[in-house]
């Protein structure tokens, strides 16, 4: 299993997508968040509006993704065109160099809703008179942000980093949707998880031989980098808690 | 600055959060416009133009997904399977996390960590075992295998927001109960049940959401079309209609909208759920 090339570009392809995520989460969910916890009327929606990405099924984020990035009838290609970018059309999910990249969109779509919720339940533990004390201080909102609701948010970066490692790493249901068991195109966006079930289950279906025992390696492999991930960031994150609180 | 200047300041941040609320609400909901669209559009209409409306809003796409998706055979699955897997894994979770909270038994820890540790256990590695372990007790191809799997999935998260919650409550409540003679059970039924209400909500959320949306364990357990899952028939039956559309995009839609319409209905207590089991103040 440590010399299979394609267990380890499938792995490459995880560290990728955790990676993006990664940067994804902690700024671009961040700043949602933040926008959200603002009070305003139409608050309400725009928050079940953001949120509404958890409740699909990845089986129906994947069909949304896959027919919006079709040559055939996608909108993605002539919404390219039509605000004049008609170079960067592609065959997204048929070219290798651009299936990864498509993938993580994808991801990254339905991984926000669950990021930006939890950013936001951490918000509302930033007690509103620490705030407006060091407004009245003079404090400018980006001192305010750094020194007083930066500290309150430790425990939800915790969290939410934590459950993007298990995302990223586990993923198995949208690869599986716009790639199928073999990661189509090429290997592109083959990942740990559509291996190991490609391994073990045969790649069309049951009929053809399996090796059960090669992807249990491989899912205890994935086990242990797993575990090995999430511990770092519990030790690494938990510290940090630490250092703001006192 | 003026007090004029700081109203303008104001005027000004609010209008950009607004602004960037509105295009990020947009990015979520222009895909779903476009699949709910979709779905009344016939063949050609798909190639004529992509942002094109339907020319009219009939719902022949939708009654032929229906019967030849054999929606009313899988909803029917979906529906028992989820229901019995949320039931029973939310009553063992129960059970389990009052045990773990408050009753004094050695290696009270190692067990919350044996049950919260399923949670990074991944999916593809266990279900070769219990392919395995299904086929030996010759239960594969069946709903029962699909609402075991699904239970045991669901127990690890129940257990992490339960033992939390029972925690916390205070500890006078049920000595109180049990001062006036009441058995753990008795006051495990009465006292603690209706205060983790909301709690146990979370639990039903959180797992109901994931095993109705789950397609993996199905596809690995059942092979048999008359105890597919509802995601599992659709995604059969994207293969056998590769090129119809508007069939396809309705068949999808309505995979997608007994959650959805949940969802809508109780925004709120979804959201409130949620944060309640991910960060404790």
Redesign the interface.
Known sequence: MLHDHVFWSAALHNVWIFLVLFGITNTVSL??AI??D?K?R?R?????????????????TG???E??LSP????VN?MLRDVGLGSLQHAWLADPRFALPALIAALA?QWNA?AT??F???L??VPPEMREAAVTDGASSLRVFRHVTLPYLA??FT?VNVLLA?YA??A??LP??LGGPLGAPDGATLV??TK??GD??GRT??TVQTQ?SY??AE??F??TL??VV?AILLLYLSRRERRVYS | MSAGSIRRHRLAS?LA??A??TV??A???A??A??VL?SFKTVEE??AS??GLPQHFGFSNYRRAWSEASVSTTLRNSVVVTGCAVLLSTAVSCLASYAIARLPFRGRLAWRLLFVGG???????????I??IMRWLGILDTLTSLIVVYTTFGIPLGVLVLVGFFQALPRELSEAATIDGASHFRTFVHIVLPLARASIFTVIILNG?WI?????VAL?LT?RPNVATL?LG??DF?GVYSTE?GL??AS?VI??LP??VL??LM??R??AG??AG????
């Open positions: 700043g949602i926008l959200l603002r305003s139409v309400g929606v725009y928050r079940a509006i953001v949120f509404l990405p958890y409740v699909l099924s990845p089986l129906v069909f949304i993704w027919v919006m055939n009838i996608g909108v002539p779509w669950l919720v939890i936001m339940a951490g509302q533990n425990p939800a969290v298990i790493f586990r198995f249901d599986y949707v740990m998880g190991i079930y073990a289950f279906g049951f059960m992807a249990m899912g205890i994935l086990f797993l575990g999430a | 609010s959060s607004h960037t609320l990020v609400c990015l979520v909901v895909p779903c476009f699949l979709g798909f190639f992509p942002f949670l990074i256990v991944p999916v593809q590695l266990i279900m070769i075992a392919f395995i959401v109705w949306n789950d397609f993996f690995v092979t995601p659709i995604l994207f559309w396809i995009f999808v995979a997608a959650v959805v969802y809508l925004t709120k979804f959201i949620l944060t991910s960060v404790k103040g």
